[in-house]
């Protein structure tokens, strides 16, 4: 079920607007680099007044956590989406979108992958809820999975 709805999402006409480079309505990614070089420096300074026996430990440690996960979090918004799982994987398919030529090769090419990289091209591309099942029933039931295309 879900590989069928994976392969058929990467077959799809709007695959496209969801892992190539949109418009950066984000923060400027220099603005992101610079901030991000200033903070690594911040740690560095810090570091060395952990030797210091005279400095307030916990309150350096609590500012190195601070500045790492911000770092952090300047990493996570300057991931270029144009180098998404699903990019790479069309990065060569020529055939025109929507058709049974393209599907056979998004199939041949899903087949090939390794676990991982299956998982991380459906973490990207569509969101599976199973919903609880009924009490007292062990049977499996399709209609409990809930596989929906994620729109970012």
């Known amino acids: 079920m879900v590989t069928e709805a994976v392969l058929t999402r990467l077959s799809s006409v709007d695959v496209h607007d969801l892992v190539m480079p949109q418009e950066d309505d984000g923060p400027d990614r220099e603005e992101l680099l610079t901030e991000r070089n200033a903070l690594v420096?911040?740690?560095?300074?810090?570091s060395p007044l952990l030797r210091d026996i005279h400095q307030p430990v916990l309150e350096i440690t609590a500012a190195i956590n601070d500045v790492k996960a911000r770092i952090d979090e300047i990493d996570a918004e300057l991931l270029d989406r144009s180098v998404s799982a699903a990019?790479?994987?069309?990065?060569?398919?020529?055939?025109?979108?929507?058709?049974?030529?393209?599907?056979?090769?998004?199939?041949a090419k899903?087949?090939?992958?390794?676990?991982?990289?299956?998982?991380?091209?459906?973490?990207?591309?569509?969101?599976?809820?199973?919903?609880?099942?009924?009490p007292g029933h062990v049977?499996?039931?399709?209609?409990?999975?809930?596989?929906?295309?994620r729109r970012d």
Do not use: H, N, Q, S
């Not at 990065?91 to 090769?105: F, L, N």
């Open 139 to 149: 049977k499996f039931d399709p209609d409990l999975i809930r596989i929906e295309p």
């Open 110 to 134: 899903w087949k090939v992958l390794d676990v991982d990289r299956r998982r991380m091209l459906v973490d990207e591309l569509v969101t599976v809820t199973i919903e609880p099942i009924t």
């Open 41 to 46: 420096d911040r740690v560095k300074e810090l």
């Open 87 to 107: 990019a790479k994987l069309l990065a060569d398919v020529e055939e025109p979108v929507g058709t049974a030529e393209r599907r056979e090769v998004v199939e």
